[in-house]
C-alpha cells in the first residue's frame, strides 16, 4: 500500500511493497552478489539532503558491505556513485516508473480464480460440480502445488 505523508514541503511515498521488491533484487553495484539487500535512500536526489529520510521511490539495492562504504565514503555519497560508475537517480526513476507500470497492469488485470468462484442471488456459492450445457460437469481446476 502506497502511503503519502503530507507534513513535509514535498509530501514523501512509502511504499512497503515496493521496498520489498528491492530487497529481492541483488546488490546494484556491478559484479557484487552479497546480500542481504538493504535499501539505500538517495541523499543526493531531489528529495535528499536533509534530516529527513527521501521517498522509498529514491530506494536503491545494496548489500550491507557496499551499503556501509556508501555512507562512510570521505567526499559523500555523489562522489562514491561516480566512483562506482552507476547514476543512481536514473536507475531509481527507471525502477519506479516499471514498478508503478506493474501495479496499475495487476489492478486492471482480474484477480486469479476469480472466474470459479460462483455466487447465486442469496450470496451462497453454488455448487462447482454443477452441469453445463450440453451436459457435461464443470469442475474447477485446482491451483497448482
Known sequence: MIEVTPNFKT????????????????????????GPIHPHHLKCGPEGGGSVKASDCWAIPMCFAQHRQLHDHPYGERAWWRMVGIDPIA?????????????????????PGAHLELRQSSGKP??????????????PVPPPT
Open 126 to 139: 453454488r455448487s462447482a460440480s454443477r452441469r453445463l450445457r450440453g451436459g457435461e460437469k464443470y469442475r
Open 91 to 111: 536507475w531509481c526513476r527507471r525502477e519506479w516508473e516499471a514498478w508503478a507500470a506493474m501495479k496499475s497492469a495487476a489492478k486492471a488485470l482480474p484477480t
Open 11 to 34: 509530501p514523501r511515498i512509502r511504499d512497503a511493497d515496493y521496498l520489498d521488491h528491492i530487497r529481492g533484487m541483488r546488490c546494484v553495484v556491478p559484479g557484487c552478489y552479497a
